[in-house]
C-alpha cells in the first residue's frame, strides 16, 4: 500500500461535496469543518455506552494484580473518567456538555481485558463522544500499564454500545461483544 503524505494545503482543499455533505453535520454548505449550532435543540436526558477490548497474553493477565506500577485496572479507570471530562478538548467539532454520571467498568477475560464505558448527561447533545473517549483511553492506559510486559498488546473493537435521548432517538449496537 502506497502512503500518501497530506500537507496543509492539500487538505484544505479537500472539500466534502455531494450527497454526502448534507449527511455530516459537521460541514457547512461550503465543505468547510464547523461546530454544530444546538442552540434550537432540546434539552433531554441522554445516555451512551462504549465498550473496547485489550487483548493480551495469559501470562500478561496473571501479572495484572502485582504490576509494579500498581493496580492497573484502577488507574486506567480514573483515567477513562477523567478523560471522558476532557472529551471536548480532545474532539475539536464536541461540544462541552454537563456530565451526570460516567461509569468505567473493566473485566479480566481469559484473553485480555474489556471494557464498558457509560456516560450520562442532560443536555441538547449526545453523549456518546465522552463514553467512546472514557474506554479509548481507558484502553490506552491498560496498554501502558502493561507494555514492559507485552509489547504485543492489541487495542481493538472500540465500538458505540447504545445511546439513548435525543432527535435520533434508541440506537443499540447489533452485535455486542
Known amino acids: 500500500m502506497q502512503k500518501q503524505k497530506l500537507t496543509n494545503k492539500k487538505v484544505a482543499s479537500k472539500q ?6 448534507e449527511k455530516l453535520s459537521h ?11 444546538v ?3 432540546v434539552e433531554s436526558a441522554r445516555t451512551a455506552e462504549a465498550s473496547a ?19 492497573p485496572f484502577e488507574v486506567a479507570r480514573v483515567a477513562g473518567i477523567l478523560a471522558a471530562k476532557r472529551t471536548s478538548d480532545l474532539i475539536p467539532m464536541c461540544h462541552p456538555i454537563p456530565l451526570s454520571h460516567i461509569d468505567v467498568e473493566l473485566t479480566q477475560c481469559d484473553d485480555g481485558v474489556a ?3 457509560s456516560a450520562r448527561t442532560q443536555a441538547v447533545t449526545g453523549v456518546e463522544m465522552e463514553a467512546m473517549t472514557a474506554a ?11 507494555k514492559a510486559l507485552d509489547k504485543g498488546i492489541t487495542i481493538r473493537e472500540i465500538v458505540l454500545e447504545r445511546k439513548t435521548g435525543g432527535k435520533s ?9
Open 27 to 37: 460541514y457547512d454548505a461550503a465543505g468547510r469543518a464547523v461546530m454544530v449550532d
Open 53 to 71: 477490548f485489550v487483548a493480551m497474553r495469559p501470562e500478561v493477565l496473571r501479572a495484572l494484580p502485582r504490576n509494579q506500577k500498581g493496580n
Open 136 to 146: 479509548s483511553v481507558t484502553a490506552l492506559t491498560i496498554y501502558d500499564m502493561c
Open 115 to 117: 471494557i464498558r464505558a
Open 39 to 41: 442552540s434550537p435543540k
Open 169 to 177: 432517538g434508541e440506537y443499540r449496537r447489533s452485535t455486542p461483544r
Open 16 to 21: 466534502v461535496s455531494g450527497a454526502n455533505a
